[in-house]
T-cell receptor, first 111, second 114 residues
Framework: QKEVEQNSGPLSVPEGAIASLNCTYS??????FFWYRQYSGKSPELIMFIYSNGDKEDGRFTAQLNKASQYVSLLIRDSQPSDSATYLC???????????FGSGTRLQVQP | EPEVTQTPSHQVTQMGQEVILRCVPI?????FYWYRQILGQKVEFLVSFYNNEISEKSEIFDDQFSVERPDGSNFTLKIRSTKLEDSAMYFC????????????FGPGTRLTVL
């Protein structure tokens, strides 16, 4: 099984700032990448997916993918205290549908 | 908006007992999954199910575990002879199987084995 790596944090940003969350993956054949948000004691909630190199924007969220560097990131603009959660990066291994998850980055947005 | 549902939300059982966790996937989805998350650890894949059979499974999914789609809506995970280390959150997910195959997760069942 291939690996998905994330910095566990916590990443602390002030309210209104940009939060930058990073993820690297080991399976060069992975095609699609997912960002989930998980509040404590709750289930993963889909934020975004990305499968093409470059940027994908959805509201305050921007996902960035660089397949050559095997790197995917999530930017959260105008961070709000309600964004405080653990952000999980996930990708399926080549030829599989099962997701391999990173350990997650805990984000704290300070009011 | 359609969502995955799971019952019960919390299950407490004695070691050695059998438990059945239930899920209702999103109605037009074709692929169903079980994941688990031990407290403080990563979300881990257990098994996927398509067209009434297991399509993928992890090394965690041994003979202790089984899955079933007993009718047109429910998807179940059975854990036989539970062990203390089976205590975890169990998440069901489903996907439509299309290009990005985005998986949507249910709220989870917290299993506590005493």
């Amino acid at each position: 099984q291939k690996e998905v790596e994330q910095n566990s944090g916590p990443l602390s940003v002030p309210e209104g700032a940009i939060a930058s969350l990073n993820c690297t993956y080991s399976d060069r054949g992975s095609q699609s990448f997912f960002w989930y948000r998980q509040y404590s004691g709750k289930s993963p909630e889909l934020i975004m997916f990305i499968y093409s190199n470059g940027d994908k924007e959805d509201g305050r969220f921007t996902a960035q993918l660089n397949k050559a560097s095997q790197y995917v990131s999530l930017l959260i603009r105008d961070s709000q205290p309600s964004d405080s959660a653990t952000y999980l990066c996930a990708a399926p291994d080549t030829g599989r549908r099962a997701l391999t998850f990173g350990s997650g980055t805990r984000l704290q947005v300070q009011p | 908006e359609p969502e995955v549902t799971q019952t019960p939300s919390h299950q407490v059982t004695q070691m050695g007992q059998e438990v059945i966790l239930r899920c209702v996937p999103i109605s037009n989805h074709l692929y169903f999954y079980w994941y688990r998350q031990i407290l403080g650890q990563k979300v881990e894949f257990l098994v996927s199910f398509y067209n009434n059979e297991i399509s993928e499974k992890s090394e965690i999914f041994d003979d202790q575990f089984s899955v079933e789609r007993p009718d047109g809506s429910n998807f179940t995970l059975k854990i036989r002879s539970t062990k203390l280390e089976d205590s975890a959150m169990y998440f069901c997910a489903s996907s439509d199987g299309l290009l990005t195959d985005t998986q949507y997760f249910g709220p989870g069942t917290r299993l506590t084995v005493l």
